[in-house]
């Protein structure tokens, strides 16, 4: 019997999604739903690329929710931030989605993430989609520093998206130390937003600083002009790890090593949506877990857009 997914949004990384969804072993009943007619194109485009017109799934491409659509396995919510929450709650009142994947940045303010939350209530297991947790080579490198924090945490770099990317580095440490989130600095970001790749939206340099309750800190930089520098992890005994993402490479300074790579979202949602079906579970985050640290993280950014823009607006316009 074939599995029913929603894939809501078919844009850059909704489509990766998709091609990830061919080597899926389950067979698949797939709804690919995106208002942009050219979105739905490069969908299919990146589908066919990918052989997935010979796989056993079935897809139909439509440019609003289907009213004949009333339950699904896994509805996969690959949209910008703006709006989430309202989409949301039109999808669980219209259709019983048994298992949630959201994109992150969740919403665009921590009330927005108490109405998500109350929409998804009753459904079996949701997730959000900070994937670091599903990599072999993180995996590899959580148990090389287990026992060995609190960590420090930094990562510098250019204009690699600080206000949109963040959460996968707050998601990564929390994971990696075992340690909640307890605050988030943004005093020492730049006052001066630019637009972001994504009409809309806008991005911000400076620093950020995010505290977890054992003592573990991250420390983010974006800077115009910089280069990119491996992330640096000092563990409780003094040693050093760097960790260069572009190379794959993670050495510490008594000479442990840690190769990998970092994985596509193509590489990842077969076996996501997999795991999910097969078991009821994945290696997430949940969404309750993910919800509270976007709900700091996003109570800071708000507070800085408002400061720094002498506004009072009831959103961050990052996603």
């Given at each position: 019997?074939?599995?029913?997914?929603?894939?809501?949004?078919?844009?850059?990384?909704?489509?990766?999604?998709?091609?990830?969804?061919?080597?899926?072993?389950?067979?698949?009943?797939?709804?690919?739903?995106?208002?942009?007619?050219?979105?739905?194109?490069?969908?299919?485009?990146?589908?066919?690329?990918?052989?997935?017109?010979?796989?056993?799934?079935?897809?139909?491409?439509?440019?609003?929710?289907?009213?004949?659509?009333?339950?699904?396995?896994?509805?996969?919510?690959?949209?910008?931030?703006?709006?989430r929450a309202s989409l949301v709650e039109k999808i669980a009142k219209a259709i019983n989605v048994r298992y949630w994947v959201l994109e992150k940045v969740l919403t665009q303010s921590s009330e927005e993430l108490i109405r998500i939350q109350t929409a998804l209530a009753g459904c079996e297991g949701a997730w959000v989609n900070t994937p670091m947790r599903m990599m072999t080579w993180h995996r590899s490198l959580k148990e090389a520093f287990a026992g060995r924090g609190p960590l420090k945490m930094i990562y510098s770099g250019g204009l690699w998206g600080l206000a949109c990317n963040?959460?996968?580095?707050?998601?990564?440490?929390?994971?990696?130390?075992?340690?909640?989130?307890?605050?988030?600095?943004?005093?020492?970001?730049?006052?001066?937003?630019?637009?972001?790749?994504?009409?809309?939206?806008?991005?911000?340099?400076?620093?950020?600083?995010?505290?977890?309750?054992?003592?573990?800190?991250?420390?983010?930089?974006?800077?115009?002009?910089?280069?990119?520098?491996?992330?640096?992890?000092?563990?409780?005994?003094?040693?050093?790890?760097?960790?260069?993402?572009?190379?794959?490479?993670?050495?510490?300074?008594?000479?442990?090593?840690?190769?990998g790579r970092l994985e596509f979202q193509s590489q990842m949602s077969g076996r996501l949506v997999d795991d999910i079906l097969q078991r009821g579970e994945c290696e997430l985050p949940s969404f309750d877990e993910s919800a509270y640290l976007h709900g700091i993280f996003l109570d800071a950014m708000l507070a800085h857009w408002n400061h720094s823009q002498s506004r009072n607006d009831d959103l961050v316009p990052i996603t």
């Open positions: 019997m074939h599995k029913k997914i929603l894939l809501v949004g078919a844009g850059q990384l909704g489509s990766r999604y998709l091609q990830g969804l061919i080597a899926s072993k389950s067979d698949l009943e797939i709804t690919v739903v995106d208002p942009s007619s050219g979105s739905l194109e490069t969908a299919k485009s990146r589908w066919i690329e990918a052989r997935g017109d010979e796989s056993l799934h079935q897809v139909r491409w439509l440019e609003s929710l289907p009213s004949s659509l009333q339950q699904v396995d896994v509805a996969l919510i690959v949209t910008s931030s703006k709006g963040s959460i996968h580095y707050i998601d990564l440490i929390s994971w990696w130390s075992s340690e909640p989130l307890v605050s988030v600095n943004a005093s020492g970001l730049d006052h001066h937003w630019h637009d972001s790749k994504r009409a809309e939206y806008f991005e911000i340099t400076g620093e950020l600083v995010a505290y977890f309750s054992a003592g573990t800190s991250l420390r983010l930089y974006s800077k115009v002009g910089a280069q990119a520098q491996p992330i640096r992890v000092e563990l409780s005994d003094g040693i050093i790890w760097e960790i260069d993402e572009s190379a794959g490479t993670a050495h510490s300074s008594n000479g442990e090593r840690v190769d």
